[in-house]
């Protein structure tokens, strides 16, 4: 076998085993963020994060391949699906996050696309949830809380979205300063 051909081999060995600690990780943390109620939106947008080393050393393809596994063996395996289906609808926002705030330069438009994008994708989820799947305790909480509850928990939890945005930029500079080194079998020669 050529060393070039050795190479190949050792990039894609490294790409599978790397994509499926993640996918794993990934999906370990949403089960876990299951049993805490309070982690219900937390652990999926921790569990989306590991998709930002996966997209830096590979490429936005198997940062796809990886949320696409993750959020599949999540919707399968986790009792809260409402936890499930948030990573669903939200966990790929570290992979087009980089190509959405490089072709809108414009501060305030770029922020109101991020809004309406996470919006719509909160809006289709919960549809999902009431009209297609009907979960009955989360019709219930709607209906003991109100619609004005509803619509400042909505507002919640697009600040919070827009603050995993915002967070992103940061994390992604620690993981090129601070881990991105450490992890020498990256750079084999």
Request: aromatic share 10%.
């Given at each position: 076998m050529t060393r070039n051909r050795r190479e190949t081999a050792y990039r894609k060995s490294l790409l599978v085993a790397f994509?499926?600690?993640?996918?794993g990780l990934s999906v370990v943390l949403m089960l876990a963020?299951?049993?805490l109620q309070v982690a219900t939106f937390a652990a999926p947008l921790i569990a989306s994060v590991l998709l930002l080393p996966v997209r830096v050393e590979f490429g936005p393809r198997a940062a796809w391949g990886t949320w696409?596994?993750?959020a599949a063996l999540a919707v399968v395996l986790a009792l809260d699906k409402e936890l499930a289906l948030f990573y669903l609808f939200i966990g790929w926002w570290p992979?087009?996050?980089w190509a959405f705030d490089a072709r809108l330069k414009h501060r305030p438009l770029r922020m109101a696309a991020k809004l309406l994008v996470f919006a719509s994708a909160i809006a289709a989820m919960y549809a999902?949830?009431?009209?297609?799947?009907?979960?009955?305790?989360?019709?219930?909480?709607l209906r003991?809380?109100?619609?004005w509850t509803a619509a400042v928990f909505f507002g919640g939890?697009?600040?919070a979205l827009v603050l995993f945005d915002w967070l992103l930029v940061p994390l992604s500079?620690?993981?090129a300063q601070r881990v991105r080194p450490r992890l020498t079998f990256l750079r084999r020669r």
């Open positions: 994509c499926g600690v993640a996918a963020g299951g049993v696409l596994v993750s992979i087009v996050k999902l949830l009431l009209f297609v799947i009907g979960a009955p305790a989360l019709m219930a909480e003991e809380f109100g619609m939890i697009l600040i500079f620690l993981y």
